[in-house]
């Protein structure tokens, strides 16, 4: 794992407001460091000002982005990158990762388009990248995403995610249950995918839960909670890769805070099953 890209450990949950005070209140928690969009707290002043910021002093922040748009074919906003490097410093937060994906062209989409598995798709992205590691200074971390069409494909996914990683030099956030949300709306085996991603590429993990449209179509939400094939999925990608730094998300419909932490509890049980199955093994 990339120690420059994400230098925690253990299981974290997604920063949302709804549960922002709940958190506050609690001296003790089980959670080992958090994530949040930078978008919805880099211009945030007053009372939220403050919050984030003592959340910030009390738990490593990771920042997952939502508008990067990082294979958009618009230019890139090099001045929304200057903007998160401000925010990043901050606070000192060290791991960004964004979605491999786009989400503007003349104007917002408002949704995650599928960047085209092209050769050219390949290098254009990686030239982004590049360029927003160089602003930043810190290594920009990629998320596989869930897709739904994948228009002009000459390249399988895993072999687009490896080419774009490999050109660019930069990080994977693995969110497994992109992996299995992918693996039955495109039939293909997500074992496999997982195995095939490259160990010292991955800086986290991302786990949620979704809605099952059709019995052949399953859509990303993160509105529910991770089911036990996904767990079960989280598991082998811990037997292939070693006991990585877990993200819950939960983006809506959200619960209460003590079943948020059940679940990342259950994050630390799996993580935990695998380090004494590793010592055992050892």
Not at 11 to 28: E, H, Q, T, V
Not at 180 to 194: Q, W
Request: aromatic share 10%; glycine share 4%.
């Amino acid at each position: 794992m990339s120690s420059q890209s994400c230098p925690v450990r253990g299981a974290g949950l997604g920063l949302r407001r709804s549960f922002l005070d709940d958190i506050a209140a609690k001296p003790n928690t089980d959670i080992d460091f958090m994530e949040v969009a930078p978008e919805n707290w880099m211009d945030m002043g007053g009372a939220y000002g403050r919050k984030f910021a003592a959340m910030a002093e009390r738990y490593p922040m990771l920042c997952h982005g939502l508008s990067l748009s990082i294979g958009s074919p618009a230019p890139l906003d090099e001045h929304f990158v200057h903007r998160l490097k401000k925010f990043f410093d901050k606070h000192n937060i060290q791991t960004y990762s964004e979605h491999l994906s786009y989400c503007s062209d003349d104007g917002h989409l408002y949704d995650l388009m599928p960047i085209p598995f092209t050769e050219e798709a390949v290098h254009y992205v990686a030239d982004r990248i590049k360029r927003v590691q160089d602003i930043l200074e810190r290594r920009l971390v990629i998320e596989n995403v869930s897709y739904y069409a994948a228009p002009g494909q000459q390249m399988d996914e895993v072999a687009f995610i490896t080419a774009v990683i490999n050109e660019a030099d930069c990080d994977l956030l693995l969110d497994v249950n992109n992996v299995y949300v992918n693996s039955i709306n495109h039939h293909y085996d997500a074992i496999d995918y997982i195995n095939a991603m490259p160990t010292e590429r991955i800086a986290y993990l991302h786990i949620a839960g979704h809605y099952n449209e059709a019995e052949d179509l399953i859509v990303d939400t993160h509105g529910a909670d991770v089911i036990d094939p996904v767990w079960q999925l989280l598991e082998k990608t811990y037997a292939r890769h070693g006991v990585l730094p877990t993200l819950l998300e939960r983006d809506f419909n959200i619960p209460s805070l003590q079943h948020l932490l059940d679940e990342v509890e259950l994050i630390h049980h799996y993580q935990q099953q695998h380090k004494v199955n590793d010592v055992s093994h050892g």
